[in-house]
Each structure stands twice: as C-alpha cells, then as structure tokens.
C-alpha cells in the first residue's frame, strides 16, 4: 500500500490531534489507518507527549489541516525543487543567460555612443 492510497486517513488523523489535542495510536484500527499513522510519526507532523500511546500536534499540522495533505505535499515538492534548482544555478549560468559573454564588446559600444549623444544633446539645449 502506498501513501497516496491513505490520503483520507491521514487528514482524518490530523483534523483530530488539531481539534482534541491529543491522540492515541490505539485509534489505528486497519492497515491504512496504521500506515497513515506511522507516516505523520516519521514527518513529525505528530509527536509523543512522553507516553508511548499517545500524540500531540507537531510541525505543519496546522498547514495540513487547513489545506489537506496532498496539497501539503505537492507544494513540499515543489519547494524542494525549487531550491534544487537554485542551487544548480550558479553566477556564470546566470551571466550567460542575461547577457551573452560573446557580445560584451558590443554592450560597451553602444554604451560609448550613448553617451556621447546624450553629451552633444545637452549642449544644444
């Protein structure tokens, strides 16, 4: 069974520590609510108060409520990605693809002529 198959289960776990507070692993009555509950444990969505049964709300469990968990982890995803790929990213990828390297030469001329238009124009007024 994969996770995305437990999707109901895991937002039904997290509406409930949100609400109350506090759950118990006694409420993992079949296998998805079982696995639903061991991937909050690993994600730290839930954590132990200190007893071995039960939980309290841990990180983002608030975010999961007000937007559920597939949308949670489609955006989780595309935040990774994101920041791997401004990662690869780097200050001579970023010079090449604003300015081509190969072309400087003509950038300094037109800066030249420029110049040197707005010089004589203000002369003459």
Same mark, same amino acid.
């Given at each position: 069974?994969?996770?995305?198959?437990?999707?109901?289960?895991?937002?039904?776990?997290?509406?409930?520590?949100?609400?109350?507070?506090?759950?118990?692993? #006694?409420?993992?009555?079949?296998?998805?609510?079982?696995?639903?509950?061991?991937?909050?444990?690993?994600?730290?969505?839930?954590?132990?108060?200190?007893?071995?049964?039960?939980?309290?709300?841990?990180?983002?469990?608030?975010?999961?409520?007000?937007?559920? =968990?597939?949308?949670?982890?489609?955006?989780?995803?595309? #935040?990774?990605?994101?920041?791997?790929?401004?990662?690869?990213?780097?200050?001579?990828?970023?010079?090449?693809?604003?300015?081509?390297?190969?072309?400087?030469?003509?950038?300094?001329? =037109?800066?030249?002529?420029?110049? =040197?238009? =707005?010089?004589?124009?203000?002369?003459?007024?």
């Amino acid at each position: 069974m994969e996770i995305h198959e437990v999707y109901d289960e895991i937002d039904f776990f997290v509406k409930k520590v949100v609400e109350k507070g506090v759950i118990s692993n #006694t409420m993992c009555e079949n296998e998805k609510l079982s696995l639903a509950f061991r991937y909050l444990k690993s994600e730290n969505i839930i954590v132990s108060n200190g007893t071995k049964s039960q939980f309290i709300s841990g990180m983002n469990s608030f975010v999961i409520k007000k937007k559920g =968990i597939e949308l949670f982890l489609k955006e989780k995803e595309y #935040t990774e990605n994101l920041e791997k790929k401004i990662k690869e990213l780097s200050i001579k990828d970023l010079k090449g693809n604003i300015f081509q390297n190969k072309y400087w030469w003509i950038f300094i001329i =037109i800066n030249f002529f420029i110049s =040197i238009a =707005i010089v004589f124009i203000g002369k003459f007024l």
